[in-house]
Structures are given as C-alpha cells and as structure tokens.
C-alpha cells in the first residue's frame, strides 16, 4: 500500500523523503518503504523496454537532487589514479615502445599527447579488438610516460566522501542488477532449441539499463567502490539471487539459471556418472601416445572424464576420442561452475550472449578498482573452459574472439595480477587443459610412413577451428602469460604440465601432409596449409619463444634440460606412433615437425646461452639418424618442388615451399630444421650423412664417372636441378653460422644485407623482412644493437626522387660500396630468397656494382665469404668436408664438367669450388689414434689414402670401373688385347680400378652404427621395399661394367678446368703462383675462383705447390674428349645455330628499341620545349601552301577536306581551376581548429559572378552578356596529344572499341578513348580546317595604311554578315564538336543570361570558352610570357583549331549594328538621346565592359582569316579602352586633395603636342569628367584616405598603369601567336610591357634599354582622344539608378590574379588528423566513418557515406561536381591517401605525407608520425593546375556515383 503511494507522488521529493528517512540511526522504516518501492518498480515482469523503472532508479540515487547535479559531485571526489579509459574496435590509440614493460600497452590519444613521448619509438594504430588506456599503471608502463595528470596521482589528496552521498547507490544498485540479470536468465535461449533464437533483441532491449551502468562507471572511484562491493558481496547474491519464496517468477526465473550453469563444466552431469565404467577400455587402441605420456608422468593416473562435444568417429575409423586430463590437479577445471556473487553470474550471462560490447565495456571500465580488479580476473579464470565451449559453438567467433581478447590483455599483461592467479587459481593448467580439450575436437589419424598402423593423431587442417583461427584467443592469452617470468617459470617447474604441453604440441607434428601426385593433376587444389602454417606459427612457436625468453642464462640450464627430455620423449613416442625406422616413405613430405623444432631451439639456446655441453643433451646416434630424416626430407622436397617434381599437386605446394622460407616462418622452421641437421651432421658419420643427402635428392645415379647413365628416379631435366640443389644444401649446411657461434648483432647484419642485396628496400619492409626472433625490433636488448644502428652502417639512405609524371618513389635504403665488397653472402641470400627470382636480382646488382667500380667487368661468380668461426661444441661439421665420400663426389662431378658430361652447370661447378675452399679453409685437427684399421671391403679406402682434403687433392686416381649402359661411348669395341705385356699390364688395371656405390656404402654403415648402438643382438629387419628398384616399362639396355683409364687427381682436373674456363691452352705458367696477387682474387667468375683455391692449397702446403708446378709444366693441350661421334657433332652446331639465333634476335630488338625511342620523342616528350614543325600546328599551317595531316589510324597522309575531315585527338574537360585563383600569392591555409575559416568570396569565380550579377540589376542583358567572360568555374578547357585522324576512321575506331569486351578504365559510350598511336586519354576529335592556298603570306604584310582607314575596314569587315557555310561533312562535324564542348560541363556553368537557351547566352558561352584556354595557356606559362618561346603547352595546344571552330558558330548570331561596340570605340556619337525608351534598360558602359572579351568577340566574328593589320587595329583601339579604364581605376584610388593635385597639373599640359599620349593629361581629363554630375568618387571617402598612406608619384602612377594593361597585352599576344604563328620573344620581367608591346605593334620597334617605356605612348586614337573619353565617362556618370558605390565597383575591376594554388597543408599529418578524424559532418551531424577533406576549399565531406546521399549520389562526387566542376582532389583524413575524383571515374594518387624514412602509410597502418613531402604535393598542384591527371595517373576506375 504505502508503496503505492509513493508511486504517486513527484519522483524528486519521493527520493529526498526517503533518503532522509535512510539517514536516522533507526533507519528500519525507511529500508522497508524503499523495498517495497523497488519490488514494484524494479520488477522483471514489466517489458524491460520500459524507461520508467531507470528513472526512478535516476532519481533514488541521486537522492532529490538531479541526476547530473549528483554526477558533477560524485566526480569530485574521484580518487583513481589510473586513467582506465575503455575503447572498442576501430578506435585510435598509441603504444609506446620505449615507455611500455608489456608489449600490450596502449594509451588514449589524450594521455599520449599530454605526456612526453618525443623522440620514442611509438605509433598510432587503430584498435582491432578495442582496449583500455593503461596510463597511471605502473606495472604496464613506465611511470616517465605518465601523461601530466596520472603523473601526479592526483587521486591521492582527494577529501573522503561523505556517508550520506551514496547511501542510496548502495541500497538501490543491488536490486537494479539483480534485475538486468533475471532479465538475461529470462532471454536466454539453449541455441539447440527449435525456437529462433535472437539474443540480439533481447540485448537491445536492456540497452538503456546497461549504459546506466557503464555512466556510473564512469562517475569514477568513489561510485566503483560502491559497485565492486555489491558485484563481489556473497551475502548480497545469497539473499537476492533465489528471489524471494513466495514470489513465483523469481523461482522459476532461478530454474531457468539452474539448467543454464548445468552444462557449463568440460564435462557434463551424465557423463559423469558414465566415466566410471566406460573409460577404462581406453589405453592401447586410444591413441595419441599423449596417454602413455600421461601413465609416465608422475601422479597423473590416466582416468578420463571429458565431456564429448561432437560425435568423436569422424574419419577417424572406431577410434573412440582421446582423452586426456590430469585429473589429479584439480577437478574445478573440469566441473560445472558455481556461483558466489553477482559478478560470477554477470560474466556467466556475459559469455552465453557471446559477449554483447556494452557488457564488456561495463566489466572493463571498473578495473581501475583494484579489489574488483582481482576478484574479476579469479572469476574469468574460472570461466575459462566455458569461454572455449561457448566460441567454439559461435557462428560469431570472430567478434567474440576480438571481445574476448578485450578483456583479457587487460588482466594478463600485468604480471602481478598473472603471477597471483597463476598461483591460486591453477591458471596455467586450466589453460592447456583449455588448449588441449579444444584440439582434440578436431584430430584425424595421421597417414605419415605407416597408413594402416599408424597410431599418431594429428589436426585435422580444413576444421573451422584452424581454418578460421577460433583458437587464437586461447593461445594469444597463453602467450601472453608465459610473457611473465614468474609465470614462465612455474610452467617449466611443472613435469606433469610439461607433458600435457608436448602432448598438445605432438598434435600438430605431420599435420597437412602432401602427397606427391605421379598420375595426373589433383583436381582441387586444398588451401589448408594457409590454416597449418598459422597454427604451427601461433600454437607451437609462439609459445616457443615466449619460454626461450627465459633461458637465457646459467641459472635457467634446469629448464633447458627438462624441456629436452621431454622433447627427445615425445619424438620416440611419435617415431614409434607412425612406425618409423629408417627410411622416409617416398613421396610424402609435411612442413611441420614443431617437435623438432622445440629440441633444436632449446639446444640452440642451451648452447648459446646457458654454457651446458651438447654433448650432454644429445640422444644416441640411432635417434639422432631418425631425427635427422625429416627435416632431411623437408630439404629434398623443397628442391624438388623447384624442380617442378610437385607440378601435378597444384600452385599450393609451391605456396607451401615459400611460406617455409618466409620472412616471418623462417625462423620457426627453416632456421631450426637446418640447425638440426648441422647437430646430427657433426655426430654421425660424416660419409653416411653425406651419402644420405645424395640419396634423399635422388641423384645418386648421376654421381658416375660415365657419360650416361640411368636414373630410376629422375626425368632428366629434373637432375640438374636437383643436384643443384643437394649441392647447395651442402653448402648452406656447411657454412651457415646462425645457431652455431654468430651472435645476435651479427645476425642481424647478416639478414639485413641479404634482404638489402635482393633489392632496394623501404625502411617498412626490410623491418618486416627480417626475422622477429632472436632479434626482438622492439625497444633495445641490453648487450645488442639496435636495429636502426645496424642499418645506418650497412645502408645509404636514398630520398625519394621525382620524375615529373613517373611514378612517386619511396625513400629507399640501398647497401653501401663496402658492404657490396665484403659483406654480400650469396648463400644467405639463396636460405632466405621466397622467389628464385630473388637470388638472380642480387646476383644483378652485384654484378652491376662490380662493373661500375672498374672491380671486374665479366660475369662474376658468387663470391665466397669468410665465416664466422664455429662454436666448439660444433666442431664435428668439419668432418663433412674431410670426408671420402665427399671428395669422390667432388672429383667425379670435376671429371663430369671437364669431360661436359650432360646435365652438369656452371652453377653444379660453382658449388663445387665452394665446398672445396670450405674444406681448405675449415681443417680438420688431427688425431691418429682412432683411426679405424682399414678394412678390405670399405670400397672408398681404395681412392683416397685418409680423409684430409689436403692430402686427397694431389693424389691422382688412374682407373675406375664403373657401370654403363651397353650404348655407351665408353664401352670397349676392339678384340682383347694380343701381346701378353698388353693383357698382364690389363689385368693389373682390374685390380687397381676403383668403385664407388654411395648407397652400399650407406647401408653399411647405418649397419655399422646400429649395431654400435645396440647392446642386444636384435638384428634390424629392414623393409625390402626401399632397395629393391622400381624398373620403368620399355626395358633399357643392359648395365655392363667397363674400365676408365683416368689418371688425374683433383688438383690437376682443377688446373684443366682452369684452362677450359679461360679457353687458353697453358693459361697458368708453371711459375705463376710466384706472380700471384691475392687482393683481386675476391671478386671475379671461375677462373678467379681456381685460382683462389689453388693458391690457397699451395700455401697450405708445399708438397700441392710442387705438385701444381709439376702439373702447370707438363701440362700439354688437353686431349679433348672424343668429339667425333655424330651426337656431340650435332650439339656443336645447334650451339653454333642458338648463338646466331641469339646475335639475329640482339640485333632485332636493338633496331625496335631505336624505333620505339624516336617514336616517344616525337610522341610523347610532354616536357621538352622544342618545337617540331609538324606538331606545332600554329605555327606550320601559316607557313605551308596547304597543311598535310597523318591519319594514326590508316597511316595516310594528306590535307583536311570538306568531305573528309581529318581531326585532332582532344580531351574536353570542364575545369574551376581559373575560379580558385585568389589576388594574394599565398596560398590559404588549411583550417586545423575551430577558429579558423576558409572564406571564398576572394575568389577569382565569386568576384566574376557578383561583378555578372551587378551588371544583370541595371543593364540591358544581352549586353551584358557581352561585357563579361564566364567559365571561371566550370569553363572547358580542351587539350591535344597533337595526334590527328580522319574523322570517319576514328568512328570506326570508336566501334572497334565498344565491341571489344576487356575492361577499359574509360568509357566508350561516353565518347571516351585513347589516342591509337600515343594511348593518352581523349574524349572527342576537333575537326581541322581545310588549309589555305598560297595567299597567306598578303595576310602578314605591314602596312602604311592611315589609322583611319584601317579602322573603317574593320567595320566594314564587322557588317559582312557571316555566310553559313555549305552543308558538308566538316561543317557537320563541327556542330558535332561544339555539341560535345557543351555536353563537357553542367547546365548551369552556361546559363547566366535571364532566358536561358537564348542566342545570347549561347554566344557568350562560345567566346568564353576560347578565353578560358587562352587564360589557362597563360597560367601554364607561369603567368606571364616572359619565357616567350612556344612552351610545352603550345606543342600540343589546339587553340588554333579552336578558334575555327568556335568562329564557325558564332557566326551564325550576328551583332546589331546599333549596339556594336566598335562604334563607340572608334566614333564619338551624335547625340541620340530622343531615341532611348524609358522603359529599356541602358547599355552596359565601356569602362564597365571586359576589354578581353571584346577582343575575342571581334576576332571570331570577323570574317577568317582575318588580316594581321585588322587584328593589330582591333588591339589598339582597345588598348586605348583599356588604359582609359586603368586611370579610371587608379584614380579612384587617390584620396581627394591628391585627386584634385592631379587634375589641375594634368589640365595645364592639355595643349601641349602630344597631349593625347601624356598619362598626364588624361589622368586629369579623366578624372574631371567622372567628377560631374553624379559624381562616381563621391563614395565615403573617410574609409578611402584611411588605406591610402603612400602618396603616389609619376612612377607608381606609370606602373600601376602597366601592370593593369599587362593581362590585355598578354592575351593578345597569345592570340596573336596563334593566329599568325608569330614567335614569343622571351624577355626580362620589367621589360614584359614594352616587349609585348612591340610584338603587338603598337610602338614603332624594340626601344632602347636606356627610355623607358611610357604606357601612354602605345594610345593610337582613332579619332579625338578627349571627345572619347568624355563620351565613355558620360555612360557612368549619366546613370540614374545605380549608386556611386556600386559604379566605382564595377569601375574599378582588377585584372590581376595570382596563381591558382590548393589549400596549405600542417607539416605534421597529426595536426590534421586530430582535428578531423573526430570531428562531425556539417551536414548530417555524424562523425563520418570515412572523413574526407577537400584540398581545393577545404570542404569536410563524408567519403562513401550514405548519410550525406542526395538523388544516389555520395558526397565527394557532388561536392566534386560543385567546387572543381566534376574534378575532385580529397584527402582521405583515415588512410593519408589523396583520391582524385574526375567526371565518373576516380583513381588513387598517393599520399603526399611521407614518414621519416620517406615511406607512404597508407591506412595509417604503421602509425608512424607524418610529414608533408612538399616535392609530392607541388606536383600534385602541378597535376591540377595542368589538367593532365587522366594523363599521368594510370589507374583509374568507374566511381558510380558511389564516394
């Protein structure tokens, strides 16, 4: 009842009733009437869409008070020290390398920029998973980079709250989320039900009450301490959660919780009871030898209690599903949870809707309090096997993956919080548990060696659980803990965890394993290895390394030695799992051996670092032949996929061989497996692993000494290859130090030159490049050098350099000279190279940089590097080079190159040589007494006395037996021998002769060992399958055996080989070693390198020395091997043919290259100012008696016709370019904060359309129409390649390409294409005139005529009305054109008259168009045209063509003779004042009118071609309008007593001789004149005299003049260029007036340097100077309506504008991007998920924003439309990049800000600080203001509509 009272009242006085009530010491009362209150208001069964029960909630904590009132106070009292500031995905945030202790760290933008990070290694990123700002905790980060409020720990002097502020909270709080979470029990719907399941609704609708929850978070700690205690408080949970008894909901909403929490364990309730009984058939049939492990490890009895998720038969036959647990640890991991508190259950709902963002934002926000911190990180604990569950049966794992990771950086980065639930909560073993359990849902029987028996179990690769990374969460925490050393620590103490971890790991050991296809094609190529590469990498390797970090040192060699038992344990149990004995399967080979790789990077480290004896750690050498086999095998198949031997399984294994040897795999598995086999290489025999190696690439066969042979194995294009690569191998094995003594700086050095000798490399990709571990980029290793160190002393940095049109270049790091020199190591290169290509690049600019420093100008040969010396426990690889084995496959493949046996190389001889200076380089230290005794049948004693290379170089070997097929050339064909000396010497050879068979010699020994090993007498039964061959159908010839008679030794085959090199018979002199000089042996080809070795051997000994003297004295021209069969004949001339071949196709390519060349020239140099003849139409068809035209489309060449038009390729293209022009020459900054403003009404467009719109108000319009030019924004500019065509082929052209299907980046039916000849991007074809007879050159001769009459020609000229051309083909083409010109802009760029569509208006839009490409030449040409000359501009201008055209249709309109300017230029006129109507609006006054525009009126609507001397005519009678207009302009300027000075000193000198051409004179007749009447300068003249301070004298006067005439003048003169072809002279700045002048012809000639110029002295009046002046004036004066302020506005019309320029940019990208990543569109209020910044004006758009949509079409596409005329340049404020948007297409640009090593980051990626790369941005301008984007940049695509 009283509730209900309470109801009704005023939520206010309600809640400060009751809170007073609350406040007395027997507060009973109170606490029964607030219950009561909240049953009803907080009760679940109400629709929680409903606000109302969250406004009383409001209103009872804040306790009377409002809601924000109470915020603003519980803030104050905020006393947290950290800033804790909760982010989700997509935000930007820092991390500090050099400030952070946990890689994790990461801070909001405002601690970042409120702390000191400068000069830090730090970077922006945009959050994948979101995260929280760690600023103020020390255990992340270093306090020095605490921003200035969390340094000071403000928190610390905050007063203490009163009691009474969150009384309420404490009261109300606890039954508001009691009720949020019956609410989630409510909802929830098993995913299994048949009822759709929509957990987003139910999340939607709590919306409001969880934000409720994150605000009060927000309130800071006073309010987190209130929450912590009621989310932690058992009691609270205890006495709330069941409800109350008799309320029925509640209980039933309880139940629905009961059924949720009881499948929430590992192991279900039913199975439980099951376990028992069923579990113990488990053991012998139950696979994975992970139990087996588990019975060995101490207290771990195997007793299996998992639930089974999924039916466990799936492909693995009736093999129940392993089980595994260490049950005795700890069964809380496996049982269902229990809850104790709100906070447990809140996380439980949490998890079961799969981590709703809301949620985890409020479970994040509350962490800077620390009791919640840790109760909330046990409780996650606790959950952990939930969380599995749950994302494994997600269909969102992604996101939930994200969410998860969230939350849990947060609490495992900090050591503290990992080490305390480490050791309370068993974390580390829940978590491989974890690991473990959600592998084994996903494990197949492995079919490595043994298929049938096989009891390995491996992943299954192509499960969603790999295929889609579901497990990385798991792993990356597990990570993230063994980060810890404490932690670490404990997980290394552990056996029985130890165990449990290789178990997991054996799980990925032979996963994805290929089959080598031999039939035909696999028909679907898998992409699974994507999945198993990324799951070795994450699962096994990461982990790997977190736990070599610490074993670094003495005190860790426990651990070391534990993880190599269990190693060395697990790789037995697998050998015996797969059946493995000796020999690899064939054909089958897996990139995963993680186990492998976990032994050799312990040993490495064991070693390296922790100084124990690798003896002590090795197995017996039985398993040390068993563990070298596969990663033996890995190596062969790596060559033989690059022998295309694996061509028939698709591009995938080739995929697979490069992701192996990739910069970021490489150190996990190439680097461990080659360092394997360099372990078990120095402790087996050196001849059984030698042996071994040529086995596995199956070239045995091929090591004979006969000429042919027979391979089982290989085709025979397959064995250079593969010998190739064994021999590389060999020599990778033998040389490589990087586990075997380099240190860590020096293997730094190593990779970085490999990646820097492959190619020039940006500083972005040589970090990525090189191998992440052992050598850590982030922050510096103590003891280590630090990645930037090392690359400034290996590298040169090159800027980025700036071809005009090229592509942008990045800064590049290039090796220095020295490194070249001494440091490139070829074999370095050939490990670490993903494409073969790579290596032959290196191998490029080595030979390059050889040749330009004059070292050696051949082909070089790899050049061979000193090695660092080896550790001593590795001493034993030695004994691979001093092997016989080794130097019997050496002299034979020496013998085999000599004899130029088939598939031998340069590069099998190469390597070869390489072997033999290791062997010299690296001796042996002799130790006799274990030498075995010699044994008969060791078949190799017999070719070489010991084992010392030294001593087997010089002995000679005479003959060999060896087995041939019976074709053989060797084979003997003569009778036996006769004489009896003959056949005893025979007989003698037969015994002598040697044999060598590597794979007997093999066999033995493996037999050798085993039984060394092996105490018992169980003789190893070996599978027959391996020896017995495989014969191939189609029986080859019979295999005989015959004797070679060799007689040579190493040595002497060297020096043979020597000669063959060098092609000169006795090229070594028998004293030749006297004379040599080691220094240029270094770098060089073959013959360098014998010489090397040879002088190498001698100085090693004196007795080689003899002997190569001997052999270089006797040594006669060699016998060369038989070369008279008809085989070797053939292969001579089929040589001989390739090589003419060769020298026909050089000679080809060098005649097309000239060709191309000079065609670029003529075509394509945009930039040379020469000109052709040809090209520079302007100038060639004045001078011709009729200009021919090439057709690029037939090839014919012959002149225009009216039937046949021939028209040059143009592109039309609207452009404002003109219209952003501004007076000041700077350019205007962009805005970067809120002050700042971009206004645009300075604007050359906005002052033409207000001066248009003036005019409109008082003047008649189609006068008007005449007085201004418009296309400032939107005018057409047209351009030419200057390529011509007929009309009719191009139409035929135009067809060709609509059929033609490929995707084009323009748009055929739009009338786009490119030019057929130069491929530049055009839109039309400009129709060229016929050309003229010989009368042309009448048009140029100067004349005598009297001014008078010249001007009366011109009128008469003007009256001839235009004749319409005849009706043909080119007029038709025209009209065509001009069709397309006003098709290229928008409607509303040409409609300024008041009827639109009007003849005016259309004549307007004509003459303007040629003054826009006359402006725009002039702005090309800087403005001015003092470079006179014609520029690249007028090669490929068009204006000539233009001109026609446009004369042509504004023929058609005629000028009323009444109103026709030229009247009022030339004649004063009769007063005609009766005439003028009343109602008609007057004319539009000369001085109002644009002198320019009149030009161009006149000249095209004369007739053509116009007299040169009527053009100069039209010029100075408007030049006399144009200087009458600049006094009236500089007058105005005057204040009036100056003004009144010079109109009476000007009037004394008005009779004077030349009073007509005095500025004088005229300054004050003008100024007299405009003074009368109304006078115009009667305008507030306070403000006027304000301004003017300077006084103005006759030279300010004289060049204010000048420089107001000087746009007329340059007109022109362009116009006059283009018309007549006359030159441009070039000329000084300040001469610019008179030269124009003089080239126009109105001054007589060239003045002398000495006079200057007056302007004046130009006037030519046609009739009395002063009548006319009076006359123009009279127009201003005599107007009625306007206002003296809007006349002198029009009046004074300044003609000078700046160049156009785009907006300035910040240096810093920071700046911009902080100010606009965030900020809100002006049109939709939003903050754009693309923001994009206009570089024109500085418009803020949306970039593909839906919201800012108008008629479908995206904002940048409008904004581009209506600021740059359908020509758009945005930068793209989130990736740093510029788009350029122009018509419908758009393309990419580049970015203009460029980090410190010159590099783009595009999509901010790298986060690295930015700055503006001015060369960039110049000549983006550049781009812009020259209109050639759709030139230069490449690659544009269709837009529609869409950006």
């Not at 997509?90 to 000191?116: H, K, Q, W």
């Not at 996963?511 to 994450?538: D, G, I, P």
């Not at 190799?940 to 019976?966: A, C, K, Q």
Request: net charge negative; aromatic share 8%.
């Amino acid at each position: 009842m009283m509730a209900a009272s309470l109801l009704r009242r005023d939520k206010k006085s309600t809640a400060a009733h009751l809170k007073a009530d609350l406040n007395r010491t027997d507060n009973s009362t109170g606490v029964r009437q607030l219950q009561e209150l909240l049953d009803v208001v907080l009760n679940p069964e109400n629709p929680a869409a409903d606000t109302e029960a969250l406004d009383w909630c409001k209103c009872l904590i804040a306790g009377g008070e409002g809601f924000e009132e109470f915020c603003r106070t519980v803030r104050s009292y905020d006393n947290a020290t950290l800033c804790g500031l909760v982010w989700t995905a997509n935000f930007v945030a820092y991390r500090c390398r050099t400030c952070g202790i946990s890689p994790c760290m990461s801070l909001c933008a405002e601690c970042f920029n409120n702390g000191d990070h400068t000069g830090h290694d730090f970077n922006m990123f945009r959050s994948q998973a979101g995260g929280a700002c760690d600023c103020g905790d020390s255990n992340v980060m270093r306090e020095s980079g605490f921003c200035r409020r969390h340094r000071l720990r403000t928190g610390e002097n905050i007063p203490s709250i009163p009691r009474d502020l969150l009384l309420m909270s404490e009261m109300v709080l606890p039954r508001f989320i009691l009720c949020i979470i019956q609410y989630l029990r409510d909802g929830y719907i098993e995913p299994d039900t048949s009822t759709e399941r929509d957990l987003q609704k139910v999340l939607q609708q709590l919306e409001p009450q969880i934000s409720f929850l994150e605000e009060l978070t927000k309130m800071g700690g006073a309010m987190r301490t209130v929450l912590t205690k009621i989310l932690t408080n058992q009691q609270i949970f205890k006495d709330l959660s069941m409800g109350q008894e008799e309320n029925l909901y509640a209980k039933k909403n309880y139940d629905k919780y009961l059924s949720a929490l009881k499948n929430s364990g590992l192991v279900s309730v039913e199975e439980k009871a099951q376990g028992a009984t069923a579990d113990v058939t488990v053991g012998a049939e139950g696979g994975a030898g992970a139990i087996v492990l588990l019975g060995a490890a101490p207290g771990s009895p195997v007793e299996s209690n998992k639930e089974e998720d999924q039916d466990a038969g799936l492909s693995v036959g009736q093999r129940k599903r392993v089980k595994l647990s260490s049950s005795t640890k700890d069964p809380c991991i496996i049982e269902s949870l229990k809850h104790k508190c709100f906070l447990e259950e809140l996380l439980f709902w949490t998890i079961k809707y799969e981590f709703p963002q809301k949620m985890v934002t409020f479970l994040l926000n509350m962490l800077p309090d620390q009791d919640y911190k840790i109760t909330f990180t046990k409780t996650f604990v606790q959950h952990y096997a939930f969380i599995m569950k749950t994302l494994m049966k997600s269909h969102e794992s992604d996101t939930m993956s994200n969410r998860i990771v969230h939350i849990s950086v947060q609490l495992f980065s900090n050591e503290e919080l990992a080490r305390h639930v480490t050791e309370e909560c068993q974390l580390l073993d829940i978590m491989v548990t974890v690991l473990l359990y959600m592998m084994e849902s996903c494990l197949i029987k492995s079919e490595l060696q043994d298929e049938e028996n096989s009891r390995h179990v491996v992943v299954n690769c192509s499960e969603a659980l790999l295929k889609n990374n579901t497990y990385w969460p798991l792993v990356s925490d597990f990570i993230n803990i063994l980060s810890h050393q404490s932690v670490a620590k404990k997980f290394l103490e552990d056996h029985s965890l130890l165990m449990l971890w290789m178990s997991f790991v054996s799980f990925f050991q032979g996963m994805n394993l290929n089959k080598r296809e031999l039939n035909e094609h696999v028909e679907f190529e898998s992409q699974t290895y994507y999945a198993a590469f990324a799951a070795e990498l994450e699962a096994c390797a990461q982990p790997m390394w977190g736990l070599l970090t610490h074993c670094k040192v003495k005190e860790t060699q426990e651990y070391t030695k534990t993880v190599v038992r269990y190693c060395l344990e697990t790789l037995q149990i697998w050998f015996d799992a797969i059946g493995f004995i000796d020999e690899p399967a064939p054909n089958q080979v897996t990139f995963h051996l993680p186990l492998h790789r976990y032994y050799a990077m312990f040993l490495s480290k064991a070693v390296k670092c922790q100084g124990l004896d690798l003896d002590s750690l090795l197995p017996d050498q039985e398993m040390l032949m068993k563990i070298m086999v596969h990663p033996l095998q890995i190596q062969a198949s790596l060559s033989e996929i690059h022998s295309n031997m694996w061509v028939r399984n698709g591009l995938q294994i080739k995929g697979q061989a490069m992701t192996y040897v990739q910069s970021h795999f490489c150190n996990s598995m190439i680097d461990p497996d080659v360092f394997l086999l360099q372990v078990c290489a120095s402790r087996l025999d050196p001849d059984y692993f030698i042996s071994s190696v040529f086995e596995r690439f199956k070239v045995v066969d091929l090591l004979t000494m006969a000429s042919q042979h027979q391979n089982a194995v290989l085709d025979s294009e397959q064995e250079r290859p593969m010998l190739e690569g064994a021999l590389t191998f060999l020599v990778i094995l033998t040389s490589l130090r990087i586990h075997l003594g380099m240190t860590d700086d020096e293997i730094l050095r190593a990779e970085m030159v490999s990646q820097l000798c492959m190619n020039d490399r940006t500083h972005s990709a040589l970090l990525d490049l090189i191998p992440e571990n052992p050598n850590p980029k982030s922050g510096i290793v103590p003891g280590s050098c630090s990645f930037e160190k090392m690359l400034s002393d290996v590298a040169d940095f090159k800027a980025p350099v700036f071809e005009p049109g090229g592509s942008m270049q990045q800064g590049m790091y290039t090796p220095k000279a020295e490194v070249w020199e001494k440091e490139f190591d070829p074999i370095m290169v050939v490990l670490r190279t993903v494409y073969r290509r790579d290596v032959q690049s290196a191998m490029d600019r080595y030979s390059a940089f050889l040749k330009q420093s004059g070292i050696h100008t051949g082909n070089p040969w790899p050049p061979y590097k000193e090695r660092t010396p080896l550790h001593p426990c590795y001493k034993g690889l030695i004994k691979l080079l001093h092997c016989k084995t080794l130097h019997i496959v050496i002299f034979t493949l020496l013998y085999k190159i000599w004899m130029d046996h088939q598939n031998m190389s340069e590069h099998v001889l190469c390597m070869v040589l390489y072997l033999i200076e290791l062997g010299l380089d690296n001796q042996v230290q002799e130790n006799k007494e274990d030498e075995e005794p010699c044994i008969e049948e060791h078949c190799h004693d017999s070719w070489f006395p010991g084992t010392n290379l030294l001593s087997n170089l010089h002995h000679v070997i005479n003959f060999v037996r060896v087995r041939v097929p019976e074709t053989a050339p060797e084979v003997k064909r003569e009778a036996p021998p006769s004489t009896s000396t003959e056949a005893s010497s025979y007989g003698q050879n037969l015994r002598e002769a040697q044999v060598f068979s590597l794979v007997a010699e093999r066999r033995r020994k493996f037999q050798e060992i085993i039984n060394r090993s092996s105490t018992e007498a169980s003789p190893v039964v070996r599978p027959k399958s391996s020896s017995t061959r495989w014969v191939p159908p189609g029986t080859p010839p019979q295999l005989v055996t015959e004797i070679l008679e060799i007689r040579e030794s190493m040595l002497s085959l060297l020096i043979k080989l020597h000669q063959k090199l060098s092609s000169k018979q006795n090229s070594l002199s028998p004293s030749w070693l006297e004379d040599m000089d080691t220094s240029r042996h270094a770098h060089g080809d073959g013959i360098t390198a014998i010489e090397r070795i040879l002088t190498k051997a001698a100085t090693r000994s004196c007795q080689i020395k003899r002997s190569i003297q001997d052999i270089c004295g006797k040594v006669c021209p060699p016998v060369p091997p038989k070369k008279n069969s008809p085989t070797d004949k053939k292969a001579m001339d089929k040589e001989e043919r390739r090589q003419r071949a060769r020298e026909r196709q050089q000679k080809l390519l060098a005649e097309f290259a000239s060709r191309q060349k000079s065609f670029m020239e003529t075509a394509m140099d945009v930039e040379s100012p020469e000109t052709e003849a040809a090209m520079d139409l302007g100038a060639s068809e004045v001078m011709e008696s009729e200009v021919l035209y090439d057709c690029v489309i037939c090839g014919q060449s012959g002149p225009s016709t009216e039937d046949r038009p021939t028209g040059l390729v143009v592109l039309l293209q609207a452009s404002s370019v003109l219209g952003h022009r501004c007076k000041s020459k700077e350019a205007k900054n962009l805005p970067t904060t809120d002050d700042e403003h971009i206004y645009a009404a300075d604007t050359c467009g906005v002052a033409h359309d207000v001066r248009l719109t003036l005019m409109q108000r008082f003047f008649k319009d189609s006068s008007c129409l005449q007085s201004v030019s418009i296309g400032w924004d939107g005018g057409v500019y047209v351009q030419t390649c200057g390529h011509t065509l007929h009309i009719d082929c191009h139409k035929s052209y135009m067809e060709s390409l609509r059929n033609d299907q490929v995707l084009q980046g323009f748009s055929v039916d739009k009338g786009e294409f490119t030019c057929p000849l130069c491929r530049q991007f055009a839109n039309s074809v400009l129709p060229c005139r016929p050309g003229r007879g010989t009368e042309s050159a009448a048009w140029h001769t100067p004349t005598n005529k009297k001014t008078c009459v010249i001007v009366k020609e011109v009128e008469d000229l003007q009256e001839k009305l235009g004749l319409f051309p005849t009706e043909s083909n080119l007029s038709k083409e025209m009209e065509l054109v001009i069709k397309d010109i006003k098709n290229t802009t928008q409607k509303k760029y040409m409609d300024y008259g008041k009827n639109p569509g009007s003849p005016d208006n259309d004549f307007l839009f004509m003459y303007s168009v040629a003054r826009t490409n006359l402006e725009l030449e002039l702005v090309h040409r800087g403005g001015n045209l003092c470079s006179g000359g014609a520029s690249a501009a007028a090669k490929r201008s068009c204006l000539n063509q233009l001109f026609h055209v446009l004369a042509m249709h504004m023929r058609l309109y005629s000028i009323d003779s009444a109103y026709n300017p030229w009247t009022k230029l030339t004649q004063v006129a009769q007063s005609r004042e009766a005439d003028v109507f009343d109602d008609e609006r007057p004319e539009v006054p000369m001085l109002f009118r644009d002198v320019p525009s009149l030009l161009i009126i006149f000249v095209l609507t004369m007739p053509q071609p116009l007299r040169k001397e009527h053009f100069t005519c039209v010029v100075k009678m408007l030049y006399n309008l144009q200087y009458t207009q600049a006094l009236a302009a500089i007058s105005s300027k005057f204040s009036p007593e100056e003004r009144q000075a010079w109109c009476t000193s000007g009037a004394l000198k008005k009779n004077a001789a030349d009073a007509e051409k005095s500025f004088e004179v005229l300054l004050s007749h003008v100024i007299s004149e405009l003074s009368k009447d109304k006078s115009v300068y009667k305008v507030n003249t306070e403000e006027t005299s304000m301004l003017i301070s300077s006084v103005w004298s006759p030279q300010s006067i004289e060049f204010s003049l000048q420089q107001f005439c000087l746009p007329f003048l340059r007109l022109s003169c362009l116009l006059q260029h283009h018309l007549y072809g006359d030159n441009l002279t070039g000329c000084l700045e300040e001469e610019e007036f008179s030269s124009l002048a003089v080239c126009l012809g109105l001054l007589p000639s060239a003045p002398q340097p000495s006079n200057i110029v007056h302007s004046a002295s130009c006037l030519a009046w046609a009739v009395s100077a002063f009548d006319l002046v009076i006359q123009w004036c009279a127009e201003v004066t005599g107007l009625s309506q306007m206002q003296a302020e809007q006349s002198l506005g029009l009046l004074v019309q300044d003609p000078q504008w700046a160049a156009p320029r785009l907006l300035q940019l910040p240096d810093n990208y920071n700046i911009i991007f902080q100010y606009y990543h965030r900020k809100a569109c002006t049109a939709c209020k939003k903050v754009p998920k693309d923001p994009a910044l206009c570089l024109v004006c500085g418009a803020f758009v949306c970039l593909k924003g839906v919201c800012c949509k108008q008629q479908g079409i995206c904002e940048c596409v409008l904004h581009s439309q209506h600021c740059g005329a359908a020509t758009g340049i945005f930068l793209l404020i989130n990736a740093s990049v510029i788009i350029i948007i122009r018509g419908h297409r758009f393309c990419l640009w580049g970015s203009v800000y460029l980090d410190a090593h010159g590099e783009e980051d595009r999509d901010l990626r790298r986060g690295k600080p930015l700055f503006l790369c001015e060369e960039r941005y110049r000549v983006l301008e550049q781009q812009w203001v020259s209109h050639t984007f759709d030139h230069i940049n490449k690659r544009w695509g269709p837009h529609y509509n869409g950006l």
